[in-house]
C-alpha cells in the first residue's frame, strides 16, 4: 500500500491542502493516509453530495484542487451534481474513490457497481489504478497518474479529475503507516497564451472597422487589476452581477431592465455592430435573445479556450488570450464609439433611480425590495453566494453599491442543489463574512450543509421563504396552468427555525419591513454563530410587485 499511503504527500507537494471526505470502509487506507499526514487540513462530512459542494465552495475560495474522498457504491454517485458544475464553473477537484476489485463487478456483491468514468465527460480526465498495490509497476503508475491528475485538473480551463482505486481486503493497517521522504512529484509550467506583433496588427485593423462595439461579461473571478483596466476604456460593458465589474466606470448592469422597457426607437441606437465577450455563462435571457435577434452583429470571445460556446449564435473570432492583454494591446477610441458609450450610460442613468425610487416607495411585503434592502446592507469586501432562480435574478436586477463584494453563484449548471454547500464551504476557508442569498427550495434542498462537526460563525444566510417555487408564477407558461401550486411551484409549510436551533445558527424571522430593518441592524455584526433571517413573504404578492416594477420603469419612459 505505500504507493497508497503517498498519494497525500504528492497531492501536498503540488500545493493541495483541502480535503473532504465521507466516512466509509472500502476507502479506509486513503481516510487513514490523509487522516495521518499532518499538513493537510481534513473536513469529514457524511453526506456525499453535500462534501461535493463543500468542496467546490473550499476550492472556490482558494482556487487550489480540493480533495474528495468516498467508499464505492452509490456513495460516489452522489458526488455527481457538483462535479457537473465544477466542471461547466471551471473549478478543479481531485476525486478519489474507493472501489472493489475488479473481479468482483456485477457479481451481485455489496456496494459494486461499474464505477470506471461514472462521471463521463463531465470530468476532466478518468484515471484506473490498480487492485494489486504492491507491485513495483503499479507504485510507479500511481505516483505517475496522481501527477498527472493534477496536472490536468489545474490546466486551462481547470476542472474535476476522478481516480478510482480499488482495494482488496485487509484494507485496515495492523501497524503504523509510513511515508516515503521523498515520493516521486512531477511538477508542470502553466503555459502562457501570446499572439505575434503581425496577429496584433492583424486583430487592430479588424477592431477601426467597427463604430459600435460592446463588451458582454459573463461570470468571472473579482479580479481588481482588470476592473481598473476596464474603468479605461472607452466602450460600454455589460457585466452581471457574476461578472463581478460592479462600481466599475462604464459598465452597465440594468441591462435585463433596460432592454425590456426602452422604446424601440432607443433599443436601436444601443445596437452595437461588434459585441465582445469574456467569461463564463450569462443570466440574461433578454441579452441573448436581443444579440442574437440582430444578425448584423459580429461576435468576438476572449480567452484562452480550446473551444468556445457560441452562446449568440454569431461567433466570428476567438483570440486565445486574457482579456487584460487584449485591453493593453488593443485601441478602441472613436467618435462614433464614444457616442455609443455615452447613449448607454444616459439609459442607465435613467434606469437607476426608477430602481430606487421604486423600492423606497414600495409599501408591500416582498422579495424584490428586501433584496434590494439586504444588498444595500452588505459590509466592505462581503463574500456574496447567490442562489439560482429568482435570487440571482433579483441581484441581477438590483445591482449592487458595495464595490468590493465578491460574488459567486453556481451558473454552471443553474441548479438549485449544493447551494448552502457551496457557501458553507466558501466561508470554513476565510475569515470575512459569507453571504447567502437562497429561496427555500435550495435552502431546504440541501439542509445537510449543516450535518457536520464544522460550524462556520462567518455565514450568514439570507433565506427567502415564499413556500414553494416562486419563479414559475414569473414564467409565463406555468403561471397560466391549473397545475400550477401543486406541480410546479409545489407548495411546502417549513420553517427554517427548529432547524437553526438544531444546528446551533442565531435565527430572525422576518414578515414586514419593520422585522426587516431591525434584523439588518446587526445581522452583518460579528457573532459566535452563523445566522439565518428568513424573510417571509406570499408569492402572489412578490409576483405582483416584480410585475409592477417592471411597468413603472417602462412608462417613465
Sequence with gaps: MQAIYDIPEILFQHGVTDVVLSPGSRCAPLSIAFARHKKLQIKVVPDERSAAFIALGLSLQSQKPTVLICTSGSALYNYAPAIVEAYYQRVPLIVLTADRPPEWIDQNDGQTIRQQEIYGKHSKAFFQLSAEHELPATQWETYRKVNEAVA?????????????????????????????????????????????????????????????????????????????????????????????????????????????????????????????????????????????????????FIGPDVTTADVFQQLTEIIPVQLSEFLSKTTISSASQEQFLQRWIQQQTHIIPAIREFNIKETTFNEFTAIYDVLNHLPSFAKLHLANSMSVRYANTLGITQRSAEVFANRGTSGIDGVISTAYGYALRTAQLVTVITGDLAFFYDRNAFWNNYKPSNLRIVLLNNHGGGIFRMIDGPAALPELDEFFETKQPLSAKYMAQEHGLEYTACKNFNDLNKALDSFFQPSMFGKIMEIETDSRKNTEVFKRFKRNVKDSY
Design 152 to 300: 490536468i485538473a489545474e490546466a486551462y480551463p481547470k476542472g474535476p479529475v476522478h481516480i478510482n482505486i480499488p482495494f482488496r481486503e485487509p484494507f485496515y493497517p495492523k501497524e503504523e503507516i509510513t511515508f516515503s521522504a521523498a515520493p516521486t512529484v512531477i511538477k508542470r509550467e502553466q503555459p502562457v497564451y501570446s499572439l505575434s506583433e503581425d496577429q496584433w496588427k492583424s486583430i487592430q485593423q479588424k477592431l477601426d472597422s467597427y463604430k459600435k462595439i460592446l463588451f458582454v461579461g459573463g461570470q468571472h473571478a473579482y479580479d481588481e487589476s482588470l476592473r481598473l483596466t476596464i474603468g479605461n476604456i472607452k466602450a460600454p460593458f455589460i457585466g452581471e452581477i457574476v461578472s463581478n465589474l460592479h462600481g466599475v466606470r462604464n459598465v452597465i448592469y440594468t441591462h435585463d431592465t433596460m432592454l425590456t422597457s426602452i422604446p424601440l426607437t432607443d433599443l436601436e441606437e444601443l445596437k452595437p455592430d461588434l459585441v465582445i465577450s469574456f467569461g463564463g455563462a450569462l443570466l440574461s435571457k433578454w441579452l441573448k435573445q436581443y444579440i442574437r435577434a440582430n444578425a448584423s452583429i459580429d461576435h468576438w
